[in-house]
Each structure stands twice: as structure tokens, then as C-alpha cells.
């Protein structure tokens, strides 16, 4: 099993119960690879210093959440630089109408991001991240389903010009929790600037969830839950005898959403306050998490170097490469 979680900024509620959240519980039953996407974040970020800070950002998150670096192979992406070399191989029988298609691709160049050729090939670089590890299940968000579907027929293709090489890999939605939303109602995002980070606490966290956008109906009047963002955060955390009193509460009137933003704030502290010591502690220890990345990259390029051989030998860019070394699988 694999996935990857882009370092593009740092990581939110919306991240955490649409992905992280699956992929640490997923860790129990599968043997997973996870891989902090900094090729990826590239696409849009331009600053070194800014790049390492959120990649080792992502390290801290996962660590401190529970990921169990004996047991799940946490790594950073561009420690396997054989993946942008599979890329390129990719790219020769990845036809432009397919990518003209990505509606990420779409969505980001609507939203003014001014692209670059990364940008347009993400897609492809996306399918060698997965093929490469010969990985059978993906677990992703809906909005990453195009892309496993993508990565599918990249590698039917590849199989059917070059004999049989990759694995076709399965995606697997994540669809427990809906769309997260942001404080001001929207989906929760980076690219609104409206996401309560895993990680805040105290006086920020509280002056944002204070600040969450309600409408202006009065505390004696009924409310509907369904469309207010504390309720929808609150459901997120509360256990399912809280839920139905909160959505009685709503409907019965009577209730300010003040209060409602109030218990949030403390579902947060006692949902993810255990885990912030365990971050501070983390982050004192750098060379600890750069110990798990680096065994992480070695175990990563373990996997990945003998399937590019038989990629190599496949294309014929490369005959009779490491005859001793050859692929079994
Ligand atoms: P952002 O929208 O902040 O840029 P990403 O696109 O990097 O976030 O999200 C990474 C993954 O986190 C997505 O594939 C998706 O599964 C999940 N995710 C992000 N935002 C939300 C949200 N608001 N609700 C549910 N899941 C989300
Ligand atoms: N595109 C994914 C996202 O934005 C991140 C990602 C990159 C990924 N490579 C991947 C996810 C490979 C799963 C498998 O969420």
C-alpha cells in the first residue's frame, strides 16, 4: 500500500480526517510506504528554505500522530530520485489528451496559478510514485481518483507496448469523512486560507475557532446543523451521544453557535493535545526524524531500483543490465 501527501503548506484538520487519519489506522493491517511529495510541493514552491521546513513539517506530523517508523516505511520522495527517471519513461506513453483532461490541472490553472510544465505533467510523475514500488492499493481522497485512474491505464499501456512490468493498482477512497470545512464555510484548504492547522493551539487556535463564519440567526431560533461549520467540525471529534444532543440542541433553538464553537475548541485540545507534546519532543530531536527519513529513503530505493532495472531493460534503454541482479517480481 502506498500514498503520498504533498508538503505544500502545513497540514490541516481537512488533511487529517480526509487522509492522515486513514493512512495511520490503514498502517495496522498493510504494509505501507508513505512519501512526503517534495518533487510534487516543486510544482508551486520556489523557496528552498520554505521546502525543507514543510517537509520535515509532514515528518513531525506523522511521527507525532502515530506512525510507526519500524513497522511503515516513511520517506521523502526525492530520495528516490529513480522516480523522476521512471517519470520521463512514463511521459513517452502518456498521451496529451489524457493530461489535457486532469481537472486538478484544470481547477489549479483556474484559480489563477500561472502553470508550469510540472504542474501539467503532476499526473505522470504522480503514476511513477505509484508503479514503482509495484504498489496494489492506493488509499487517497476523492479528488485523487482521476489520478489513480490515470495511473492505471499509464500502466496497461506500458505493459502492453513493453510486456508486463507494473502492477495496475487499485485506488482506495477514503470516503469516511466528507468534505472538511474551513472557517469560513468553504472546503477546508491551503488555497483559501481558511484551515485550523493539527497542530495550533492556544490563543490562535482559539481566536480561529471563535471566529468561525455562522449565520446571523438568533440564539431562540432553530438551526439547521447540516449547514453550520461548528457543528459539522464538532461531529468530526464529539462520539455519536453528543452528536445527536448537539443536533437536537440546533434544531430545538434556543442555543448560540457560540456555544457550539466553544466545545470544538475543546474537542480539538483533547483530541490532538496528547500528540503536541509528542511533536515538541520530535522537533528537539531533528536528527532522529532525518534517521527515520534517510533508513526510509534506503528502504524505498530497495524496492525501487530493481523495477527500474527491468524498466531499463524493457525500453531497451539499457541491455543485459545487473544480469545478476535481475527482476523476480
Ligand atoms: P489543500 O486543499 O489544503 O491544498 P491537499 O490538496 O494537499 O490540501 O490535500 C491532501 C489530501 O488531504 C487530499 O487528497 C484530501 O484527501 C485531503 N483533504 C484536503 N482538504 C480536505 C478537506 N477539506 N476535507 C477532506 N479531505 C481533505
Ligand atoms: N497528488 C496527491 C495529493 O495532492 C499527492 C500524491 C503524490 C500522491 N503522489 C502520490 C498520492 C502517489 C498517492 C499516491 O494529495
Redesign the pocket.
Known amino acids: 500500500m502506498l500514498s503520498g501527501?504533498?508538503p505544500?503548506?502545513r497540514l490541516?484538520l481537512?488533511?487529517y480526517?480526509?487522509?492522515l487519519r486513514q493512512h495511520l489506522e490503514l498502517q495496522r493491517e498493510n504494509e505501507a510506504f508513505y512519501f512526503i511529495a517534495s518533487y510534487h510541493a516543486l510544482t508551486t514552491i520556489h523557496d528552498a528554505i520554505e521546502l525543507r521546513d514543510l517537509t520535515n513539517a509532514v515528518a513531525l506530523d506523522y511521527l507525532a500522530l502515530g506512525l510507526d517508523p519500524e513497522k511503515t516505511t516513511l520517506f521523502r520522495q526525492a530520495d528516490v530520485p529513480q522516480v523522476t527517471e521512471l517519470c520521463w519513461i512514463l511521459s513517452c506513453v502518456t498521451p496529451m489528451g489524457m493530461l489535457e483532461r486532469a481537472v486538478s490541472y484544470k481547477d489549479k490553472v483556474a484559480q489563477g496559478l500561472s502553470p508550469n510544465h510540472g504542474l501539467f505533467a503532476y499526473p505522470v510523475l504522480q503514476a511513477a510514485d505509484i508503479l514503482i514500488y509495484l504498489s496494489e492499493l492506493v488509499p487517497?481522497?476523492?479528488?485523487?481518483k482521476q489520478h489513480i485512474e490515470m495511473t492505471r491505464d499509464i500502466a496497461v499501456k506500458f505493459n502492453n507496448e513493453f510486456g508486463k512490468t507494473f502492477v495496475v493498482p487499485e485506488a482506495r477512497i477514503?470516503e469516511s469523512?466528507?468534505?472538511?470545512?474551513?472557517v469560513d464555510g468553504r472546503?477546508?484548504?491551503?488555497?483559501y486560507d481558511n484551515?485550523i492547522g493539527i497542530f495550533e493551539e492556544g490563543k490562535p487556535l482559539k481566536k480561529k475557532v471563535m471566529g468561525i463564519v455562522t449565520d446571523p440567526t438568533p440564539v431562540e431560533e432553530p438551526k439547521d446543523p447540516e449547514t453550520s461549520t461548528p457543528f459539522l467540525l464538532l461531529r468530526l471529534m464529539a462520539d455519536s451521544a453528543e452528536t445527536a444532543e448537539w443536533e437536537t440542541r440546533y434544531r430545538a433553538g434556543g442555543m448560540g453557535y457560540g456555544e457550539a464553537k466553544k466545545r470544538l475548541l475543546e474537542l480539538i485540545d483533547e483530541n490532538f493535545g496528547p500528540y503536541r507534546e509528542r511533536r515538541k519532543e520530535l522537533a528537539d530531536n531533528p536528527a532522529y526524524v532525518e534517521e527515520v527519513l534517510v533508513e526510509g529513503g534506503r528502504r524505498a530505493r530497495a524496492v525501487a531500483e530493481p523495477v527500474m532495472e527491468r524498466v531499463r531493460e524493457a525500453t531497451g534503454l539499457q541491455i543485459g543490465y545487473a544480469p545478476d541482479k535481475r527482476f523476480t517480481g
Open positions: 501527501i504533498q505544500s503548506g490541516h481537512g488533511n480526517f480526509g487522509a487517497v481522497g476523492q479528488d485523487q477514503l469523512t466528507a468534505v472538511v470545512p474551513g472546503k477546508m484548504s491551503k488555497s484551515q
